[in-house]
């Protein structure tokens, strides 16, 4: 079990107060997850340029935030910011003292986060010849959607995902952005919590494994919504004035468990 946590952010000017309030519910809503997850995590930060910056330590969250990294990485959120991830870790596989197994994960492109199990990761690292940096079964779901060029295949993209996602065996949730597009957000959901809510007025979409958690960072009058689990969903920054909580793209998954 790990806690999974996201905000995906349409880039533009904000006054001081906006920013204050992103970067106070992006700490709480982490913190808020470290019931989820107390060994390790972490935050990465996405630029519409692709430029990525990443902070994890073995350490829980309610200690990660109070560290001058955490603080620096944050300090980073400003109006070409398009998408910030975080990561509460419980352990299946992988040491979290080898940095490398912590989330978010950065894999070839892709950055991401996973909550769950994967129980077919060696089998799909030799089978495919694939790269591996660490020991963690999360790395090969980001593995495999680093193989897909997302610059090369358009409107056929969400058919490559679901392709590669239905080869994986086990349960999970995940958060993940292609550095080659860096406004996209790519959320798929098999068998593990995942909720959203969109704010209208800081024009971001905010993401936690737990609606009690976003609740509790918004209040208790926030309405937040599960996200349906056997799907994928695929989010632009750039069209959240015009789309909100609403995916570009939906499209069934189907992996084996």
């Known amino acids: 079990m790990c806690g999974l946590t996201g905000v995906l952010l ?38 519409a340029d692709g430029h990525c910056c990443i902070f994890k330590q073995p350490v829980p969250a309610s200690e990660l ?20 991830l975080g990561h509460t870790r419980m352990p299946t596989k992988g040491s979290h003292w080898h940095n490398v197994n912590n989330h978010p994960l950065l894999v070839g492109h892709v950055v991401g986060v996973h909550n769950g199990i994967i129980t077919n990761d060696d089998h799909l ?7 591996r940096a660490g ?27 679901r ?8 349960k999970f949730a ?27 007025e800081l024009v971001a979409l905010f993401f936690s494994s737990r609606y009690l958690f976003l609740r509790r960072s918004f209040g208790h009058g926030v309405v937040t919504e599960a996200l349906e689990s056997g ?17 570009l793209h939906l499209f069934d998954i189907e992996p084996r468990h």
């Open 135 to 161: 020991e963690v079964d999360s790395e090969i779901i980001f593995r495999l959607q680093d193989t897909i060029d997302p610059l090369h295949y358009n409107g056929r993209y969400p058919e490559l995902v």
């Open 231 to 247: 799907h994928g969903f695929y989010f632009d920054a750039l069209s959240l004035p015009r789309s909100g909580d609403r995916p």
């Open 174 to 200: 995940t958060l993940s952005v292609d550095l080659r597009r860096p406004s996209e957000l790519l959320v798929l959901k098999h068998l593990q919590p995942l909720c959203l809510h969109y704010d209208e």
């Open 65 to 84: 935030v109070k560290m001058e990294g955490y603080r620096r990485v944050l300090s980073m959120v400003n109006e070409t910011t398009v998408c910030i």
């Open 125 to 131: 690292f030799a089978r495919f010849n694939l790269p």
């Open 10 to 47: 349409y880039p533009t000017r904000r006054p001081a107060d906006k920013w204050a309030e992103i970067k106070h519910i992006t700490t709480a809503t982490l913190v808020f997850n470290e019931e989820r997850g107390r060994e390790a995590s972490g935050i990465a930060v996405i630029q």
């Open 163 to 170: 392709e590669k996602v239905n080869l994986l065996e086990g």
